[in-house]
């Protein structure tokens, strides 16, 4: 259905003559230049409809969605504005002239004249609510555009029950006749008679198509489901909507294009080069699928095609991703929208295997990123011999690790338990004990020792004997505890040996005096040591 049918700018009915077409468009021409010369629109438009009805061939298909009227009628068209004002605001004047307008026609002309305007004026309204916004559409639109679904359906009907009917295609002939021109004969009636369906709505399929381009969901819908729930059949219904989508497809399909080329040449190793792609593609390409999805599936293969090719790119950006950036957060992105739009069985299997896949390898990495966090933290607590802080650290990595790695970490876990945190060394420490006096070293603790017996604890180490005499020093521990109390023992014994001597006589207090002497110096040279 034309919006814009010539007949109807001229107010003239189909079964017009060429005559009758060209005094009609010359006089609206000089009525609309005499009322206002500057309104060159509706001048150009009539002149355009002129231009269009010289040619026999577009009269007589133009004449197929306009309703062929007797005198009486034809005057009323040519009078009633309700008739030819585009406005779906007055639809009950329009019902009113329609009425007078049929009266005295056959049954079939009057349900054909019927089904015309009730198309023009769907038409109109689908247009109106087109030019909002789908988001800031009203309770009230909706309520319209949904009651104008239930005519559009009607109209269709009586377009398709005319259309069927022997009268309609006899008033046809006797057109065809009349035009007298040799390319309109059987050959031409036979094609319009078998796309009759498609010309009613190819001015409703190019309407829901522009739904699509503008993001109007609700329109586009309200057009395919109407068309779907009517009575025609489905070859001629899947033959009228495989175009639906087919604008849509064509622009998303270039943008995928885009997209493929830009993520093959894509090597970054940074996870935001593979976001950038993901977000364009979902900016682009996922909001018009999402359209298609709004709107359901449509007779064609344009559809499937987009939809399936949005999925193998969302899936090759999820295994770069992974594999290029470790992007695991952005591949599970990638094929969670990929699992939405994709088509083929085949390829929603292959997508939910590489889910699995991709959810064990993230479960890997994100396990040897807390591995790799919690040696970190090990290394700086042994660093700073932060026993507790080490503790907890290897605690943790055992919870995950298994192996010979947990074999060293309990060892490790039990060495600073029983012993502390070994110590880094520059140097071994001084093993010389000659005449009785200096360091031995007894198990893993060196001891300085007055004619050869321990009297101080100097340090322990972890030690390892290479040969007699002959011994590797790994690092130090701290002493045991007995260890810093027989120090302690010491001090007082010293201390207490001090005493005695402010107390003894002059001459015991001369040799005990040099003997504490020699052992108090002994014992600083070898702890300086």
């Not at 700018?9 to 003559?17: D, E, R, T, Y």
């Not at 060159?40 to 969605?65: C, N």
């Not at 929603?348 to 590489?354: E, F, G, I, S, W």
């Not at 802080?389 to 039990?414: C, P, Y």
């Amino acid at each position: 259905m034309n919006i814009d049918n010539p007949f109807g700018i001229l107010k003239v009915p189909a079964n017009a003559s060429a005559a009758e077409i060209k005094s009609a468009g010359q006089m609206m021409v000089a009525r609309l230049r005499l009322s206002d010369a500057t309104n060159t629109k509706q001048i150009r438009a009539v002149e355009q409809a002129i231009e269009q009805l010289r040619d026999p061939v577009e009269r007589f298909k133009f004449g197929l969605e306009w309703p062929s009227l007797g005198p009486a009628a034809a005057h009323l068209l040519a009078t009633d504005p309700s008739l030819s004002v585009r406005s779906p605001e007055i639809w009950t004047d329009r019902a009113n002239a329609i009425e007078r307008l049929v009266v005295g026609e056959s049954l079939n002309s009057r349900e054909h004249i019927w089904a015309v305007f009730k198309l023009r004026h769907a038409h109109e309204v689908f247009n109106r609510v087109l030019a909002r916004q789908e988001s800031s559409l009203s309770d009230a639109s909706k309520a319209e555009l949904r009651n104008e679904a239930v005519s559009f359906v009607t109209a269709i009907n009586q377009w398709n029950s005319s259309t069927r009917e022997p009268q309609f295609w006899m008033a046809q002939r006797m057109r065809a006749k009349e035009i007298d021109d040799p390319r309109v004969g059987a050959e031409l009636i036979a094609a319009c008679q078998s796309d009759i369906f498609s010309i009613a709505i190819q001015g409703f399929v190019i309407l829901a198509s522009d739904a699509l381009r503008v993001r109007n969901a609700a329109v586009c819908s309200a057009i395919v489901d109407s068309i779907s729930a009517s009575g025609a059949s489905r070859s001629e219904i899947e033959k009228a909507l495989g175009d639906v989508y087919s604008q849509l497809c064509a622009a998303a399909t270039g943008a995928l294009n885009g997209l493929q080329e830009e993520l093959k040449t894509t090597k970054s190793k940074s996870p935001e080069s593979y976001l950038k792609l993901l977000t364009e593609y979902s900016q682009g390409v996922h909001s018009d699928i999402a359209l298609m999805l709004a709107v359901g599936d449509l007779p064609g293969t344009a559809e499937e095609r987009c939809r399936n090719s949005a999925a193998e790119f969302l899936r090759s950006l999820s295994v770069a991703a992974a594999n290029n950036a470790d992007a695991y957060d952005v591949a599970k992105e990638a094929l969670r929208m990929a699992e939405l739009v994709a088509h083929s069985e085949l390829l929603r299997t292959n997508l939910k295997n590489d889910a699995e896949t991709l959810s064990r390898l993230s479960s890997q990495a994100e396990h040897a990123a807390q591995r790799s966090e919690l040696y970190r933290r090990l290394k700086a607590a042994l660093t700073r011999r932060d026993e507790p802080e080490s503790l907890q650290a290897i605690n943790q990595l055992l919870s995950i690790v298994s192996g010979s790695d947990a074999s060293q970490l309990a060892i490790l876990r039990d060495e600073i338990i029983a012993d502390g945190i070994v110590m880094p060394i520059t140097s071994a420490p001084l093993l010389d004990a000659s005449n009785g006096f200096g360091t031995r070293i007894f198990g893993d603790t060196v001891y300085v020792v007055l004619l050869f017996a321990p009297v101080w604890a100097l340090g322990r180490y972890r030690v390892e004997s290479m040969a007699p005499g002959h011994y590797s020093f790994k690092g130090r521990l701290r002493l045991r505890l007995w260890q810093r109390a027989f120090n302690a023992a010491v001090v007082l014994c010293v201390a207490a040996g001090g005493v005695m001597l402010a107390l003894a006589p002059q001459e015991v207090t001369r040799v005990i005096g040099t003997v504490l002497g020699v052992a108090v110096f002994v014992l600083l040279r070898f702890v300086k040591k």
